[in-house]
């Protein structure tokens, strides 16, 4: 069992920049892929970016590919989303997931823990 917690959500202007933290608790945390996803009023949880146990090579949507950057610090049991440049169209509810996959994961299907979910509300 894992229980994660996101962090660092609330209201930027567009342009500016936000960073989500999410720590997970248990001494396991590197034996799981990390995942954000996020989830806009009205439409489908969709994938954002993803981490394997390593921490090397993160993969991205293509909507915030050389925006965001996801990062993993396995000995603070902690993965992060830095968001730069933020859009309107980035507001959302953000969520980070754990899972057991081996390869790059896009799908929510491929996790098998979850944050609550943390707002992150970008004005124009």
């Known amino acids: 069992q894992v229980l994660l917690v996101e962090s660092g959500g609330g209201l930027m202007q567009a342009g500016g920049s936000l960073r989500l933290s999410c720590t997970a608790s248990?001494?396991?945390?590197?034996?799981?892929?990390m995942g954000w996803f996020r989830q806009a009023p009205g439409k489908e949880r969709e994938f954002v970016g993803g981490v394997r146990r390593s921490g090397i090579r993160p993969y991205y949507a293509d909507s915030v590919k050389g925006r965001f950057t996801v990062s993993r610090d396995n000995f603070k049991n902690t993965v992060y989303l830095q968001m730069n440049s933020l859009k309107t169209e980035d507001t959302a509810v953000y969520y980070c997931?754990?899972?057991?996959?081996?390869?790059?994961?896009?799908?929510?299907?491929?996790?098998?823990?979850w944050g609550q979910g943390t707002q992150v509300t970008v004005s124009s």
């Open positions: 997931a754990a899972g057991q996959s081996y390869s790059n994961s896009y799908n929510a299907l491929e996790y098998d823990y």
């Open positions: 248990g001494r396991t945390f590197s034996s799981y892929a």
